[in-house]
């Protein structure tokens, strides 16, 4: 079981930026993917940035420009630069790792760190 602890999220003005830090640790095989999901209140959880463990990445167009994910996976964590946010950027960020041993894929997720972008 491999347990995600976030931090970094909080209240910013539109304009602003925010850093969200995810740390994987316990029983982790081989983290292939590492990402960050964001959920608005009535919304389905989408995908804002994956990272493999070679370094590609992959954005949601929306955040394309003003969001970078970063991955130290010496560490095990996974980090999202977020800059210019906007007022829609408002969501509960969660980060989630793909865990994988053999042909058996686990998939984990954090508990959520809010981030709210005032206008």
Excluded at 29 to 35: A, L, Q
Aim: aromatic share 8%.
């Amino acid at each position: 079981q491999v347990q995600l602890v976030e931090s970094g999220g909080g209240l910013v003005q539109a304009g602003g930026s925010l850093r969200l830090s995810c740390a994987a640790s316990g029983r982790i095989f081989n983290i292939k993917t590492m990402g960050w999901y964001r959920q608005a209140p009535g919304k389905h959880r989408d995908l804002v940035a994956v990272i493999t463990s070679s370094g590609s990445t992959n954005y949601a167009d929306s955040v394309k420009g003003r969001f970078t994910i970063s991955r130290d996976n010496a560490k095990n964590t996974v980090y999202l630069q977020m800059n210019n946010l906007k007022p829609e950027d408002t969501a509960v960020y969660y980060c989630n790792a793909k865990d994988v041993d053999g042909l058996s894929l686990f998939e984990n997720w954090g508990q959520g760190t809010q981030v709210t972008v005032s206008s």
